[in-house]
């Protein structure tokens, strides 16, 4: 079945450093990526989207790349900070294999920064 | 600051009760979800609205029913409480064509 799913549960990088977290996605229709960004207790917060028509974007410190041909969406955070400790998920728009919806969910990849 | 509110973050609810999440949104959003997030389960869909009093049934709707008299505001019910229902319960809007803005959640816990 249509699946999102993250290669990694758990990332651990040095304070400074660069962080790149990936998604691997399956279906060839999903039109529109979003990253999502959820600290302990809270609720998911958005970060940066990405439509197919597009293979870069950039926000403030995050780049958020698509991959089509491979179907894979990574985030990358620049300089990585304490405050960026959290879980993030990648999210898809198509309309065929995701919930009823439309949107299908990666798990999570847990950020850990080390001072 | 555009925004999603939910009426409690923490809610402690025996079995049997009936139990109202609230909900509301500030961004004049056409669509309002309601998720449960479990650990190792990730995000699942309950129920879903594109519309005033319009309601539409996620992945997993059982136990629960909704309701939307303005445009604003989603409400969660679930009819009685159960164990198996103590989570964090997700509500989020959003325009046709935009990402999802999720609330800050409601940690419910049925005892």
């Known amino acids: 079945g249509e699946s999102v799913g993250l290669h990694l549960p758990t990332l651990s990088v040095q304070e400074g450093d660069n962080s790149i977290i990936n998604c691997a996605y399956s279906?060839?229709?999903?039109?529109?990526f979003i990253w999502y960004k959820q600290e302990s207790g809270k609720g998911p917060q958005f970060i940066i989207d990405i439509r197919s028509n597009m293979d870069k974007r950039q926000g403030q410190r995050v780049t958020v790349l698509l991959n089509k041909t491979v179907k894979h969406l990574s985030l990358q955070i620049a300089a990585t900070q304490p405050g960026d400790s959290a879980v993030y998920f990648c999210?898809?728009?198509?309309?065929?294999?995701?919930?009823?919806?439309?949107?299908?969910f990666g798990k999570g990849t847990h950020l850990i920064i080390q001072p | 600051d555009v925004k999603v509110t939910q009426s409690s973050r923490y809610l402690v609810k025996r079995t049997g009760e009936k139990v109202f999440l609230e909900c509301v949104q500030d961004?004049?959003?056409?669509?309002m979800f309601w998720y449960r997030q479990d650990p190792g389960l990730g995000l699942r869909l309950i129920y879903f609205s594109y519309d005033v009093k319009m309601k539409e049934k996620g992945d997993i709707p059982e136990g629960y029913s909704v309701s939307r008299e303005k445009k604003e505001r989603f409400s969660l019910i679930l009819e009685s409480a159960s164990t198996n229902q103590t989570s964090m319960y997700l509500c989020?809007?959003?325009?046709?064509?935009?990402?999802?803005?999720f609330g800050p959640g409601t940690r419910l816990t049925v005892t």
């Open positions: 999210a898809e728009n198509g309309m065929s294999g995701g919930g009823a919806d439309g949107l299908t």
């Open positions: 989020a809007s959003r325009a046709s064509t935009s990402a999802l803005i």
């Open positions: 279906n060839s229709a999903s039109d529109y």
């Open positions: 961004m004049d959003h056409e669509n």
